[in-house]
């Protein structure tokens, strides 16, 4: 049996989060989420709006009752931005389990690391339960859990780029390093790329473009839920050791 994915002492069944952004509507936004079966939804606390009620509201069509909202600092440049808006959030809803992300620059959305520590440090002290977007650094990361970040989510490459798991091995390398769940956070484009960073042994896939800006996003929310899954499975029941030479699936005595 596998073991239950758990955050912070929660525990869901699915492996796959899912953002809230970029779809034509909140009506689009909650069947890919559904198709999806993912249990927890970011939510990017500057662009999507969750309490003016004279607008539209994402909660009219997820049901916080049913998912687990965690609002992200998306669009965030300085930990100072992003200890703000999380701060607003939780006032707006009463979230703790939130996501930092601490950008560097317009043009890579690189994290930069620097601004993020600062950040995390702040947000933990303030009571909050930070799972964090990071680099694929192995060093970072183990400083992040040793600071009390409940999750790493290292990039699997630049986000929306759809480029895939660019750097398998400093995955596996922070995989190995922190005993936190790890969450490949960003860059996935296809069902391939997210079935690959859960062999990896990653406990987790973060995405929302590769959905979002599918032809068929419901469809690809469908895949990307099979995908995890046989990924995660695939990393359980264990790859056959990689060869330099044939190996015969019949034997090759007893031959006529």
């Given at each position: ?13 699915s492996r796959l989060l899912v953002g809230t952004g ?75 389990l939130v996501k930092l992300e601490v950008l ?153």
């Amino acid at each position: 049996m596998d073991e239950p994915f758990t955050v912070a002492g929660r525990t869901f069944s699915s492996r796959l989060l899912v953002g809230t952004g970029k779809y034509r509507d909140f009506e689009e936004t909650a069947r890919a989420i559904e198709a999806s079966g993912a249990e927890i939804v970011t939510v990017a606390v500057r662009r999507v709006n969750v309490s003016d009620p004279s607008q539209p509201m994402l909660v009219d069509y997820v049901d916080p009752k049913k998912y687990t909202y965690l609002p992200n600092t998306a669009g965030c440049f300085t930990a100072d931005d992003a200890v703000r808006t999380l701060r607003l959030a939780r006032e707006a809803g009463g979230w703790s389990l939130v996501k930092l992300e601490v950008l560097g620059d317009q043009k890579t959305l690189y994290p930069n690391m620097a601004e993020t520590l600062v950040a995390a440090e702040a947000l933990i002290a303030d009571g909050f339960q930070v799972m964090v977007y990071c680099a694929d650094d192995p060093i970072a990361a183990k400083r992040l859990e040793d600071m009390g970040c409940v999750a790493i989510m290292p990039l699997g490459s630049l986000i929306g780029s759809g480029l895939g798991i660019v750097n398998p091995y400093t995955i596996r390398l922070i995989k190995e390093s922190v005993s936190v769940p790890v969450l490949v956070d960003a860059g996935v484009g296809s069902a391939s790329d997210a079935a690959v960073a859960m062999e990896l042994g990653c406990d987790g896939v973060l995405m929302n473009t590769a959905i979002a800006d599918a032809k068929d996003p419901i469809r690809m929310a469908h895949a990307m839920r099979l995908a995890v899954q046989a990924g995660r499975e695939s990393y359980l029941a264990g790859r056959m050791p990689r060869k330099s030479f044939a190996d015969p699936s019949s034997p090759i005595t007893g031959l006529i």
